[in-house]
């Protein structure tokens, strides 16, 4: 089965940092292999959204406009492992923050759909205070 981990949230006070980590299990990242992977949230009250994502078969990496320049997506393949660094955090960054695995060709479309992303990892939760 695969599995998707995410981990890494707390209690922060805006503009400092957090570093996201989701440990893939049951499926080995790899560059030679064809997927898209990415980070979600969901805002109390709000609809998931994606964030950042990118696929092994896309030169370009998603970032949603309200994180560009602030997140970044990366990956460990040597340790199965997909991060978000977070900095410059700010309130309206308080989410549940998910991890999403699946087999589209391109970011933007891993992140735009949710029927793009065939595993959900469990989330973890980011609180912003001002």
């Known amino acids: 089965d695969v599995q998707l981990q995410a981990s890494g949230g707390g209690v922060v006070q805006a503009g400092e940092s957090l570093r996201l980590s989701c440990v893939v299990s049951g499926f080995t990242l790899d560059e030679d292999k064809e997927y898209g992977i990415g980070w979600y949230r969901q805002a109390p009250g709000k609809e998931r959204e994606g964030i950042a994502c990118?696929?092994?078969?896309?030169?370009?990496?998603y970032y949603s406009e309200s994180v560009k320049g602030r997140f970044t997506i990366s990956s460990d393949n040597a340790k199965n492992t997909v991060y978000l660094q977070m900095n410059g955090l700010k309130p309206e960054d308080t989410a549940v923050y998910y991890c999403?695995?699946?087999?589209?060709?391109?970011?933007?479309?891993?992140?735009?759909?949710?029927?793009?992303?065939?595993?959900w990892g469990v989330g973890t939760l980011v609180t912003v205070s001002s």
């Open positions: 990118f696929s092994t078969s896309d030169v370009d990496t």
């Open positions: 999403g695995l699946g087999y589209s060709d391109y970011g933007e479309e891993t992140c735009i759909y949710e029927s793009a992303v065939s595993y």
